[in-house]
């Protein structure tokens, strides 16, 4: 990748991204895409970012919208396209209306692996990361190599997010109605964090700000509880 391709981005926090080139991509993932919107398409682009310099920037912009970490980046993708790569054709696939697999991508980006508490992680950054954006593109960037990282949640002797989860959910597997049971109680201790998530020793030092994850936990837990009232 020339040097400072991303630099745009990584200021903005947007600090992880991965190109695939589509042809190289499992059959799978390229079918989880609408025929007609693959058409001159040669490139997808994933986006993510790790840490706690993203939700710092939205703060800074403020961008009056229901969901201020979307338009922050797409506004932020957009600037980086004009300024990186004038007139290449592209396609928002995420956040929009195409659907692909964010996990897969990130196992395929060596960004993901596997935890007890159904969050990826990685041995760096911990679970203090997200996928924000999957684009294609009419491109020829060079493809990104995958980061080579073992998982780490095999060699943890300590499991210490199992012993952490009050809802005893993650003992024998993911109990995910143990933990949404839990969640939706009254003062659960489960309601604006996960004990379990933020048990676990991995990226400290990008662990996101208490508010960052108020903000994560409330949006998920308004649509638990909608759900709920719904059935």
């Known amino acids: 990748m020339p040097a400072g391709t991303f630099a745009d981005l990584d200021a903005q926090g ?8 589509l042809a190289d991509l499992p059959l799978e993932l390229r079918q989880q895409l609408p025929p007609d919107m693959l058409g001159g398409y040669r490139q997808l682009l994933l986006i ?14 403020q961008p009056a919208d229901t ?10 993708v957009e600037a980086w396209l ?40 990685h041995a760096a950054w911990g679970s203090w ?9 009419d491109a020829d960037l060079p493809p990104t190599p995958p980061l080579i990282d073992p998982a780490p949640c095999p060699s943890c002797a300590s ?10 959910a993650l003992r024998n597997g993911f109990d995910l109605q143990a933990c949404i049971t839990h969640r939706l109680q009254p003062d659960s201790s489960c309601a ?20 960052q994850i108020a903000y994560h936990y409330g949006q998920s837990l308004a649509v638990l509880r909608a759900l709920a009232v719904g059935r």
């Open 129 to 137: 990361f997200a996928y924000r954006a999957v684009l294609l593109l």
């Open 159 to 168: 499991r210490a997010c199992v012993a952490a989860c009050p809802a005893d």
């Open 82 to 121: 004009q300024r990186r790569l004038p007139g290449v054709r592209h396609a928002w696939v995420y956040p929009g209306a195409g659907m692909i697999g964010l996990q897969h991508l990130g196992a395929l980006a060596g960004w993901h692996h596997p935890s007890p508490f159904m969050v990826g992680v």
């Open 14 to 21: 947007l600090n992880l991204q991965a190109v695939f080139n």
């Open 67 to 76: 969901d201020p970490i979307d338009s922050f980046t797409q506004t932020q």
């Open 192 to 211: 604006a964090r996960c004990l379990a998530r933020n048990a676990c020793p991995l990226g400290e030092d990008g662990r996101y700000s208490d508010e």
């Open 48 to 61: 993510g970012h790790r840490g706690r310099l993203l939700w710092q920037q939205v703060q800074q912009a």
